[in-house]
């Protein structure tokens, strides 16, 4: 097992990575974390997986825990469902100091998070990610958020967790489309602040999608630890963190666009490729590394053009972007593999070109 401290003063809190560290949850909570009374919340598809047994190996270490579960899928991750888990909260009496567990990918993070970071003000939170997605990008930094109509992820707070306990080992059991979505984030994270990590990824890509042990938990750790870094510098998302945006200006236009039928993952990657050719344009990427960026996102299972869409309505989308400020929009570009460049001096036909067939 390894850790990670992410060091934000009196809100610091641990990540713990390894394989079949749910059999060990209760012991990690225990040294790590006094608290004797939890609510897991998950989704049935985790619950057959791990919920049920998750809830078994705390009961029987003497906790107090109850199991609740919201419907698959993005479209619950509302205010509605948030308010459903209130209730539910209590009626089984959760305290101030009852601490929600959240098990499952980045929507059941973000729902729980929120629901943790409002209920009462605020209750302890656990994240436990079993998605890779979410164990190397959603469950580290502390943003939650919930959707509300037309609003995506514009009703939310900054609530760090007490703790993270990643066990790589749940995604064995995961989909190959959503292990693919989860390299997006993997492959973001070395392309703007890892040039050997995206090297690594080259070369043990065989052994990464089929899933070698070894090779995940290392892959896991390295893509964890520069969220890590990042986090720790800007927790509000006011600077430095921006360049964890890389790929998401774009890739959240399509994701739109699509009304939300393309997966965030399959959104950033393409998203990643059109903003390389913007930097490519810019002379801050040689295209030789645009082009090794596109094929390992192809071996990776990803696709890498921006579908057949309305051009317009990806840029009225980018109009929209929550990052922009002061009207103008943000990009998060790759300035070579391994570094970034920061700007809002994109100008509208520019982008157009890059997400032009």
């Known amino acids: ?34 608290v004797k009374k939890y609510v ?11 919920g049920s047994r998750l809830k078994e190996i705390m009961s029987n270490s003497g906790y107090a ?20 888990l209130y209730e539910e909260l209590t009626e089984c009496f959760a305290e101030r100091s009852t601490a929600i567990l959240a098990l499952g990918g980045g929507v059941i993070g973000d729902l729980a998070g929120f629901v943790a970071a409002t209920y009462m003000r605020g209750v302890p939170l656990i994240h436990v990610p079993t998605t890779l997605l979410a164990q190397v990008d959603s469950s580290i930094g502390g943003k939650a958020a919930v959707d509300h109509g037309k609003l995506k992820n514009k009703i939310g707070a900054f609530y760090q967790p007490k703790m993270v306990i990643t066990d790589t080992a749940t995604l064995k059991t995961l989909p190959q ?11 973001k994270s070395a392309v703007i602040r890892d040039r050997d990590f995206f090297v690594f990824i080259e070369q043990n ?9 070894e090779t995940i938990e290392k892959m896991v750790l390295r893509a964890a630890s520069i969220k890590a870094l990042v986090v720790m510098q800007d927790e509000r998302d006011t600077g430095l963190r921006n360049i964890l945006n890389f790929g998401h200006t ?19 990657a393409i998203g990643m490729v059109a903003e390389a050719k913007i930097a490519a344009s810019m002379g801050i990427f040689e295209k030789d590394e645009l082009s090794i960026l596109e094929t390992l996102l192809v071996d990776a299972g990803l696709p890498t053009e921006v579908p057949d869409m309305d051009s317009d309505m990806i840029l009225e989308a980018i109009k929209h972007d929550k990052k922009n400020a002061d009207g103008k929009t943000r990009f998060a570009l790759p300035k070579g593999i391994g570094g970034f460049y920061l700007t809002d001096q994109i100008d509208i036909p520019t ?3 890059a997400v032009g067939r």
């Open 250 to 268: 774009i890739g959240h236009a399509v994701e739109t666009v699509s009304k939300f039928k393309i997966a965030h993952g399959q959104a950033v």
């Open 1 to 34: 097992m390894e850790s990670l401290k992410i060091e934000l003063g009196e809100r610091s809190y641990h990540i713990f990575i390894g394989s079949g560290l749910l059999e060990q949850a209760a012991d990690i909570l225990a040294e790590a974390f006094p």
């Open 351 to 353: 982008i157009r070109n």
């Open 65 to 84: 825990v109850t199991l609740l579960t919201v419907p698959d899928g993005e479209k619950y991750k509302t205010l509605d469902s948030a308010g459903k």
């Open 177 to 187: 489309k959503e292990f693919a979505n989860g390299m997006a984030e993997v492959i």
């Open 40 to 50: 897991i919340i998950t989704n049935p598809t985790v619950d057959k997986l791990y």
């Open 205 to 213: 890509l065989d052994k990464i999608v089929g899933r070698d042990e």
